[in-house]
């Protein structure tokens, strides 16, 4: 797995001001957790921080953080984001030991398009991610899945799946990942109602009066 590097700036102050200060210049507030760091408030760029998110691993790459004159291994842990303009507005990271194993999530990926679906069928993607165990270097990008050879009615389940030596799935084995199901029906419209004929409608007026 590639690393990326990243420097960050101590925080000292820690006030609402000071908060869009940092923004302002161009850069996120955020805080890296480790067990000999303890909790540091820092500030990174917001341009080299949205390049290591949108990388290949995205928020499971390695970064090389530069902080306080040395070099610490960190993963972004979660992300705080401006619901109206979907602006990153906090950072957390979690220091990480590269002989350490981690917990973390991977997206599933599907290859192929199965045989079912010329026949009518429909892909039904259901575990669209999934959570792992392994050291930080041993992270895949993604875990992909062939779905070429299902046919209608076929489903695989977690324990299908095919993941590289030192990774361990950690989702139940029965799960259900893909599967492709009959396409349904559409189900027939209501009959439209008939208006009754004019004469029909006359009769009707003319015993009314009587």
Known sequence: MAEHALHANI???RTKSSLKRIR??????GVV????????AVAVDAGALKKILGSVNGRNTLIKMDLNGGKQTVMVKSLQMDPLHQRIQHVDFQQVSEDTKIRTVVPVQLVGTPRGVALGG???????SAEIECLPSQIPDAIKVDISHLEIGDALSVSDLQVPPGVKLLDH????VVGVAVMKA???????EVPP??????????????
Do not use: C, F, N, W
Not at 199 to 209: D, G, R, T, V, Y
């Open 33 to 40: 957790y480790g067990k000999h760091l303890g909790t540091m």
């Open 11 to 13: 925080r000292t102050e």
């Open 24 to 29: 302002d210049k161009g850069e996120i507030p």
């Open 197 to 210: 004929e004019p004469m029909a409608e006359a009769k009707a007026k003319s015993s009314e009066k009587e």
């Open 122 to 128: 429909v892909v039904q993607h259901d575990l669209r």
């Open 186 to 192: 559409p189900e027939p419209a209501g009959q439209p």
């Open 173 to 176: 084995p029965h799960t259900t």
